[in-house]
């Protein structure tokens, strides 16, 4: 595996940080991270892996959550046909979306912002199935990007409940995120 980005982000609304590092092998990517924050009033201890194709479409995820004594997981995965199981379990709701996206972190939104390929100034809608933290349950969500300039994206979910604006570096990896993540380290 090659190593493409490695980033350390710092939520600037609570107490969390994360490393996160994209990798790429000859026929997919990775993405893999590490997150400390607090999830009920407790610390917690998230760790994910998600694999994409060479179309960025999402193939698995895997998520973990030490916290205390126990630990929970996650996980979700999309066959060839864009079939969707979340522990093994049939999703038929989730067929059909290309993406996951994990609500404890910024790196998954890279994933459509790379398989979209936006020109400037276009937008377009695109679904995800939505892990939720800290309860690892999963929903659609529906979201839109819109791309800003080079390396600026807008974000929102489609019922425009939130929005933020993104910056990514030079391979599509999210640096700042809105007001809530802020790359601090290479």
Avoid: K
């Avoid at 030490?66 to 864009?82: H, K, L, P, S, Y």
């Avoid at 790379?114 to 199935?129: F, T, Y």
């Avoid at 839109?144 to 080079?150: I, K, Q």
């Amino acid at each position: 595996m090659t190593l493409l980005s490695e980033l350390l982000w710092r939520r600037t609304d609570e107490h969390a940080l994360e490393v996160c590092r994209l990798l790429r092998s000859p026929d997919a990517y990775v993405l893999e991270g590490r997150v400390l924050t607090m999830a009920n009033g407790h610390p917690a201890e998230v760790h994910y892996t998600v694999h994409v194709g060479p179309e960025w479409i999402t193939r698995a995820g895997h998520v973990s959550v030490v916290q205390g004594a126990g630990e929970r997981q996650v996980i979700v995965e999309r066959d060839e046909a864009g079939r969707w199981r979340v522990d093994g379990e049939p999703r038929p709701e989730f067929d059909g979306i290309p993406d996951i996206d994990l609500e404890f972190t910024p790196a998954t939104n890279s994933l459509p912002i790379r398989r979209l390929a936006l020109p400037v100034g276009e937008s377009r809608p695109s679904d995800a199935v939505w892990v939720r933290f800290p309860g690892l349950t999963c929903e659609r969500l529906q979201q839109r990007y819109t791309r800003l300039d080079d390396r600026r994206y807008l974000y929102e979910t489609a019922d425009g409940a939130f929005s933020a604006e993104l910056a990514v570096d030079e391979h599509g990896v999210v640096e700042r995120y809105g007001d809530i993540w802020r790359r601090v380290a290479e």
